[in-house]
């Protein structure tokens, strides 16, 4: 297969596990950096990065960072109309991203997500941390990432002053409950199709409620419940992200599910799960192309 690595750096941890994955299974693989990719739309239809043409690909395997997604998005979907297989198709990235969106359609679909409030008038603060269970509380801004733009509020003070803050910069922003029972734990479930390869169990350092491990905090092997892996899939299902990170928190009325990451970290969850979470995906895309060659072979016949 020709699969091609979008991302902005070779020497990135889950870039060259992804590079070593396609290596030992015998494909070819190419890295772009998607915000040096130029769509032409036309009679011939390619990418152009850096004055190399790109016509042909078999499988694409995105790796997006937060402040880029609409660029990479519009990336990713060019691939899709050139006929390339993807971990993550370009309105599932955005899906995931926009924490709203990601939380209005799994709640929709009776999956258990954290009590949340969108909220545009400052006066409506009182109702909203009345209905949230009061302090502490959760403000997160929407398209954040790797913890940053989460903070856990005490006071009407507090709050206000962080809420005018984002308001006055325009970063819209959620209020959510505080899961104080969990005691700065959750757990990283990472999804490869329809089925859950590796999990690990984060815990907060001393002092941080974030459980990201680059903010301190540290990972352990878990073997999730039969329930716990059944909405983690579902939840990515329902995204439509095929490749995805899915974190669990438990709660006194049962796990709840805080986030999807449509283009998570490979670093610590191999190093501690020791599963070759890479090759997982190389495999399920090697599934994936096989099966529409198959396809058009059919309709060719």
Known sequence: MQIVILSR???????QSLINACYRRGHRVRILDHMHCDLIIGPK???????????QVDALIPRIGASVTREGAAVIRHFELMGACTTVRADALLRARDKLIALQLLAAQGL????????????????????????????????????????????????????????ATAQPFLLQEYIEEAHGTDYRALVVGQQVVAAMRRQAALGEFRSNLHLGGTGHSVALKPEEKKLATRAAQILGTSVAGVDLVHSNRGPLIMEVN??????????????DIAGAIIHWLEEQVRKKRHTSDNRAT
Not at 9 to 15: I, K, P, V
Not at 45 to 55: A, C, F, P, R
């Open 9 to 15: 750096g070779a020497y990135l941890y889950s870039t």
């Open 45 to 55: 239809w390619y990418v152009n990065h850096l004055g190399d043409e790109i016509t």
């Open 262 to 275: 449509a283009s998570p970290g490979l670093e610590g969850i191999e190093q501690v799960t020791q599963v």
């Open 112 to 167: 258990p997500v954290p009590r949340t409030w969108a909220i545009h008038s400052v006066d409506q603060l009182p109702f909203a941390v009345k209905a949230l269970g009061g302090w502490p509380l959760i403000v997160k801004l929407i398209e954040s990432t790797h913890g940053l733009g989460v903070i856990r509020v005490e006071n009407m003070q507090m709050l206000r002053a962080i809420v005018e803050s984002f308001r």
